[in-house]
């Protein structure tokens, strides 16, 4: 396992299509992120995983985000009815477990680019 | 007011210039500080990360963080081509990161 894999790599959608990506964490790690990247600024935290429990969710996910991590392992965040504000960098992170700092660094994928024309 | 204040440049400086990159934060509650390394079109990964005040070297990189302040900078030695890249200041509460905007630098060889 070389690290977290997301796909697609790109994403190109009409405004109003619903869209899916995955993200599969480094293998054994029990939390999973997801961040949302816009053009000049830096990741902002959307929802995590601790093993299949969503445990918090930031108001940025609206009613038209959904998450899930089904048996732990692999996790899908869905867009339904996407708007162009939608377009961004969607990255999804894991990390080993809970605790000191060092026992919980997160590491990235490449991340999902989502363009909504 | 945003809880991590960073300057997003763009700085430009020529191979081997030491580089300075700086944060501010607002919430006195924040007890650990990472910077992370975003290339282009690809994930941030983890550069370095400390608890405390003070400084902690790695290689070319310092870290240093002023709790007093509530300042937060980084400091590349005899930088490469290769460190070109976004460099985000970042604070880590439980399970959370809070991002700055970044800081795109470029090394010119």
């Known amino acids: 396992d070389t690290g977290v894999s997301q796909n697609p790599r790109h994403k190109i959608t009409k405004r109003g299509q619903n869209v899916t990506f995955r993200c599969d964490p480094i293998s054994e790690h029990n939390r999973l992120y997801w961040y949302r990247q816009t053009l000049g600024q830096g990741p902002e935290f959307l929802t995590y995983f601790q093993n299949e429990a969503q445990l918090e969710k930031s108001r940025l996910l609206s009613d038209r985000f959904s998450a899930e991590r089904p048996k732990g392992s692999f996790s899908t965040l869905e867009i339904q009815r996407t708007e162009q504000g939608d377009s961004a960098m969607y990255l999804c992170?894991?990390?080993?477990?809970?605790?000191?700092?060092?026992?919980?660094?997160?590491?990235f994928g490449a991340g999902t680019r989502l363009s909504v024309l | 007011q945003k809880e991590v204040e960073q300057d997003p440049g763009p700085l430009s400086v020529p191979e081997g210039a030491i580089v300075s990159l700086n944060c501010t934060y607002s919430n006195s509650a924040f007890q650990y500080f990472m910077w992370y390394r975003q290339y282009s079109r690809k994930g941030p990964e983890l550069l370095m990360y400390?608890?405390?005040?003070g400084n902690k070297e790695d290689g070319r990189f310092t870290a240093q963080v002023d709790k007093s302040s509530k300042y937060i900078s980084l400091f590349i030695r005899d930088s490469q081509p290769s460190d070109s890249a976004t460099y985000l200041c970042?604070?880590?509460?439980?399970?959370?990161?809070?991002f700055g905007k970044g800081t795109l630098l470029t090394v010119n060889p």
């Open positions: 400390t608890y405390s005040s």
């Open positions: 970042v604070e880590w509460s439980n399970y959370k990161l809070t």
């Open positions: 992170a894991s990390s080993a477990g809970q605790g000191e700092l060092a026992a919980n660094i997160q590491y």
